[in-house]
Structure formats: C-alpha cells, structure tokens
C-alpha cells in the first residue's frame, strides 16, 4: 500500500492510542507507514507500537502545521494522508483514499468524518453537550460547491482530519506555512493555496471515520480554542485579502460609516462582551442558567454570546498580527 500516514500529536496519547491501533488493526499486513509526531518537548511519547511501520519523530513544540511537514519529510511513499489523533477510521478507510487519489490525481481528497455513538450521547446530556454537537459536528455545510457523483462533491474548503494527496501535489504547493501561531487555519491556507493553482477539494461523502474527542466537551476548552483560532484567522486574511470581506472578519473590525444599523449593533455588542466585565458578566448568567435548567434555545443565545466574547477578544489580543 503506497501510503504515508501523518499524526500529529500534543498531549493525548490515550486518544492517540485508539487511532493508531486501530489502522493497524484494519490493515495487519499492509505495507503502510504511519509516522507519528509529537509536538510536546516537554516528555517524549510514552506509547511504543510493537509494528516497524509506525515511527515517532519529534517536533519540539513547534505547532501542527511544522509538525506535519515534518511527517512529510520523513515520508518515504508518494500518496499522503493527514489524520487526526483523535480521529477513528473504519474498515477499507485507507484504501478508499488511495482509490480516490487514482481517480483524482491532481485532487485532495477529504473523508466524511462522523461522530460516534459513544460522543454523540455524552454531549446530549449537557446544554453545552448539545450546543457544541450542533455547531462544531454538522461540519461540512457550505462546503459543497458541486456534486460530482452520488459520491463525489467539490468542495470549497478541505480538513485535515483525514485528507489524502499525492506528495507532489504537497511539494508544489510548499507544505503549511509554519508561521501560523495555533492550529486552526493552516490547513485552510494550504487548501486556499492549492484551489489556487488549480487542484480541486474532493469530498468523499461515503468514506467515513469517526470523532473522538471527549476531552472537549467543557465550554472552557472550546471558547479557548476558539479564542486562540483568532490569532490563525488573522494571519490567515492577511495572506488572502479577500476573506477580509467575510462577516468573520468584518464584524469584529472598528465600527464604520458603511455598516449598517444591524452591523452597528453587534459590533457594539461585541465590544462589550470581549471586555473583561463583558465575560464576568456573561459567564455569571450561562453559570446561573444552566442551574435553572432553561431551554437549548435560550441557552444556544447565550452560548453564542460567549463565543464572541471569546472571539472578539482574541481580535483585540492578536490585533499587532494585522498588516498596517
């Protein structure tokens, strides 16, 4: 099988345990390789994977995107797949994407990843759980530009979850652009890149592999990671000016003359609630309401209202990132 399997890991290596063992487990006899890299340079990786097709290389902390080039420079098979640690395949998973590459050579290939039963009833249980499940899970929506077959869309933006390419194809576009700070939009920048010169985003809706992710389920974690994502968006408009102009860039920029009223006010809004006190204050009612047990949509508005306390203030936080 003429593949390379890139990781990247930080911190979770129970997670990364049940993906890794699980491609080998589907595949006993196949002659992949999977090169696992850590980004923590603090402990190595404690996990020893008794199968000479598994390699751990060391990226000493220096993020996801320098932690996959590294994957590739080690990578001794011309197709590529980028998988997740925290990602499940399923059975003939792998193959699908070599299958898919052969039809598509000069396409990226992005699988259609799902969540598992086990995830789906640990966040039900939560009116963040359900939140969350809601805006993060029903991931590919807006991505579609074009069905090919009953199985085959083009899509306008990939995900490194499980994405496949050729190695050449990586190699022309330069590999992720290391600058960028947290993980979040390097992916998103290579995929810009690549639509650029003329590869095409395959989705291939019947390809599945499943998410695995408890560790998030705490709104702490997700309005962090969401805050550090703004420092990756930014860099990420600066290299592609015209995703200035997207609502997620726009109304998080000073009041102007040419908003309108509805602009206005969220941008007034927004100011509030990226100021410390805005916080406090938002985190005391989501702290008092989930006590008193209101409704999913009273409490997706202020769940929402957290989320752009978290965004705006990774805006004014990351502002030294944005281009004069």
Known sequence: MNLSIIIPTYKRESILKETVLTILNFYPKEKFE???VNDDNGAPLELEFDD???????NQAKGAAAARNLGVKHAAKSNLLFIDDDI??????LQNHLNTLSE??????????????????LFSKTSFGRYKYKHDYIWHEGFVKGKI???YSYIDGAATFSCSMRKSTFEVLGGFDEKFPYAGSEDYDLFERAKKQGHKLIFDTQNICYHNEPYNAEMSIWMNRHYRGVASFILLCEKHPELKQSSRYTLYQPITKK?????VLFKTKASFLGTRMGRFFTDGIIWVAEKSNLSDRLMSKLYNARFISAVKKGFKDFNYLIES
């Open 88 to 93: 499940v395949i399923t059975e003939d998973h």
């Open 149 to 151: 077959s009953d199985r």
């Open 104 to 121: 598509y050579p000069n396409g990226i290939v992005t699988a259609n990843r799902k969540e598992r039963q086990d995830l789906i009833d």
């Open 259 to 263: 908003d309108t009223f509805g602009e």
């Open 34 to 36: 999977i090169k696992i």
């Open 52 to 58: 000479e097709r598994v390699e751990v290389l060391q």
